[in-house]
């Protein structure tokens, strides 16, 4: 019988596993690999994402994206869930890296899409996807946030078009719209004109924070995607400057 061990070191090996990778190379069951891995999350070694697990840390340090992936997990699968309504088959979206825009892996997995993204953990998330067709860009590896950027992220973003933007952010306001701590500006004003529609997918904590980095103006964001945290009166600012505020339930 495989011991826990022996699938903390297949994961260390690969950084990234799925559970399906588990069963072919152990020949466990699906549900004997969830409940490994879940065990492995439990006791701080991996991080589970969508379809599997990744390392919980780097030099024993844990990541910046997996110390954000733990936050406000309930209201970002709730908010991922319903932004991922949103989606019609045969359109071709943006997924940008962050961690409630990754949490629709698993609710878009089934759709006849094509996906733009240029998060690692979106291209894991979808890999064994049969019907969703993932367009990874290139560019510098950032093993911090699990995603790539850079002059080949934005080079030829100009010849795609994509009937959904959905991008996540630190903190959004009704005065200067979508912030970043680090975000590469230029790639999403890219993305952001290469979209029909700009969807921003922030859970209620993030209202009146942020960073340095205004990703995005009021007036170019359609759908903010958040939970019912969020204070009617900062909903009804939003919605004064054409922001459409889809409420989730966790």
């Not at 942020?210 to 009021?218: D, K, M, R, S, T």
Request: hydrophobic content about 40%.
């Amino acid at each position: 019988m495989v011991s826990i061990n022996q699938i903390l070191d297949f994961v260390r090996k690969n950084d990234f596993t799925t559970t399906q990778a588990i069963c072919l190379e152990f020949g466990v069951s699906e549900s004997t690999a969830r409940r490994a891995l879940d065990k492995l999350a439990l006791m701080g070694k991996v991080t589970r994402v969508h379809g599997g697990a990744m390392l919980a840390s780097v030099d024993g340090v844990a990541t910046e994206y997996q110390i954000r992936s733990a936050l406000n997990k309930s209201q970002k699968i709730a908010i991922a869930k319903k932004a991922s309504e949103y989606i019609k088959d045969f359109s071709t979206v943006f997924l940008m890296g962050g961690t409630t825009v990754c949490e629709m892996c698993q609710f878009v997995e089934k759709k006849n899409i094509t996906v733009v993204t240029n998060s690692l953990v979106v291209l894991n998330g979808l890999r064994h996807s049969r019907n969703v067709r993932v367009i990874l860009l290139g560019g510098v590896y950032n093993y911090q946030e699990e995603e790539v950027g850079g002059l080949l992220s934005n080079k030829g973003l100009h010849t795609i078009r994509a009937d959904h933007l959905f991008m996540g952010s630190s903190g959004f306001d009704e005065k200067y719209g979508i912030s970043s701590t680090n975000a590469a500006v230029d790639l999403y004003m890219n993305c952001i004109e290469s979209s029909v529609v700009t969807c921003v997918l922030a859970d209620s904590s993030k209202y009146m924070k942020g960073g340095a980095v205004v990703l995005a103006q009021p007036d170019q964001v359609h759908y903010l995607f958040t939970d019912d945290g969020l204070d009617i009166n900062a909903r009804e600012a939003l919605e004064k400057q054409n922001i459409t505020v889809v409420i989730a339930k966790a």
